[in-house]
């Protein structure tokens, strides 16, 4: 690999797959800057949320911390805690180093499944160079197995083994843009456009560190979803024609602008704006911002190359959902109010195939606050 920075391309993933740098994987499990990755049937009840310690196993915190081994045919319970291995392992060569997310899908029905990895004291992360039994660095990249803590936040889940709920993107060296090259993209591409299709001007606001997004509250009748705190019903992620009744309702659009969101409830909206990813780009929805307001807006956060692309410019733009989440108390959020930031990448090399060209894109073409695949319309 030449000393170019950037996210890995789909092509290039492919390559990884074929040398042996990463394991246990298939090539349909490739999107265009990412991998979707594979859970197994070994699953165990966890005590607790658990990090390793540098130069820690995970099957050392299982001996810890495990409670009992999980039947693969029950449902994983509303709050409960697992970890579950995956089918994929690395083998990385030095300089390589990689994020994971939710996927879309699994984010849209809050279960949080954040990535482990033996002697990794961080979710979601695996470093350029591993360490050893000490913890000091060693000359390697990451060689080890996967894990994911996963926890149903809002209501049961019966999981398979072999479905994707998580996926990793791969790096080698600084993919960030800086604030300047974020202005010229955003210029160049019209990265943010209004639901008419129209490029909307940057300011001070809507470009600073990425690119700025506002919630939409106003536009639509149904401006969104509400988890239900009373839903017994089990979502089976085997079976796509539940019921929304089941588990959501709908939130009429507000006469005041204004939505109350509060913590013992999980929310899906969206944005008022559409956002477009090109093909040399990369981009992600960044954690919580507290100076956004004391809530999260997002739990899957991956935007693949292609995300609202299409040859006609003014076509272009796909709104994002968002999954949001008050944090400790009641917040009023306010139609237009800034709610999450999207920050880009560069690419090693455009992808092969981009976001909704021939690879299943649930919601290449999505308008307002859509629901998950496994929900009948």
């Known amino acids: 690999m030449s000393d170019k920075q950037g996210a890995i391309p789909y092509q290039l993933l492919r390559e990884m797959i074929e040398a042996g ?17 594979t859970l197994t049937d070994e699953i165990y009840r966890m005590r607790g949320s658990y990090l390793p310690r540098l130069g820690e196993s995970i099957q050392e915190i299982l001996n810890r911390g495990a409670l009992f081994r ?49 002697g990794v004291p961080r979710f979601d992360e695996i470093p350029a160079r591993s360490s050893d039994e000490r913890g000091s660095p060693t000359a390697a990249g990451y060689h080890g197995s996967l894990w994911l803590e996963v926890i149903p936040k809002s209501f049961p889940v019966l999981l398979h083994p072999g479905h994707r709920i998580n996926q990793i993107r ?30 909307i001007a940057p300011t001070v606001e809507n470009v600073r560190r990425g690119i700025t997004m506002t919630v939409d509250l106003t536009s639509q009748e149904i401006i969104g979803w509400r988890s239900k705190t009373t839903a017994w019903s089990v979502l089976d992620m085997g ?6 009744a089941d588990f959501f309702e709908p939130v009429p659009r507000p006469k005041s602008g204004e939505l109350v969101i509060h913590p013992e409830a ?13 093909p040399n780009f990369a981009t992600e929805m960044a954690a919580y911002d507290s100076s956004k307001g004391e809530f999260r ?4 956060g991956f935007f693949d190359p292609g995300w609202g692309w299409r040859e006609n410019d003014v076509e272009r733009g796909t709104i994002a959902v968002l999954e ?11 139609d237009g109010q800034p709610i999450c930031l999207m920050v880009y990448d560069r690419m090693l090399a455009p992808p092969e195939k981009l976001y909704g060209e021939g690879i299943q894109s649930h919601y290449h073409t999505q308008q307002g606050p859509r629901l998950a695949k496994w929900f009948k319309v």
């Open 21 to 37: 740098y990463i394991q246990g994987s298939a090539i349909e499990a490739l999107q265009p800057a990412s991998l979707d990755l």
């Open 70 to 118: 999980h039947d693969v045919i029950r449902p994983l319970e509303q709050n409960g805690i697992y970890l579950i291995k995956l089918a994929e392992t690395l083998a990385l060569p030095p300089g390589i180093h990689a994020t994971s997310s939710n996927k879309s899908s699994s984010g849209r029905i809050n279960l949080r499944g954040r990535l482990l990895a033996d």
């Open 170 to 199: 791969f790096f080698h060296g600084d993919a960030k843009l800086s604030s300047l090259e974020h202005r010229i993209a955003f210029d160049r591409f019209g990265l943010l456009r209004t639901i008419a299709g129209a490029r």
């Open 239 to 244: 079976k796509y024609d539940h019921d929304p």
């Open 266 to 278: 999980f929310y899906i909206l969206a944005t008022k704006e559409k956002i477009i990813t090109p």
């Open 297 to 300: 807006s997002h739990f899957a």
């Open 324 to 334: 949001v989440e008050a944090y400790s108390h009641d917040f009023v959020l306010r």
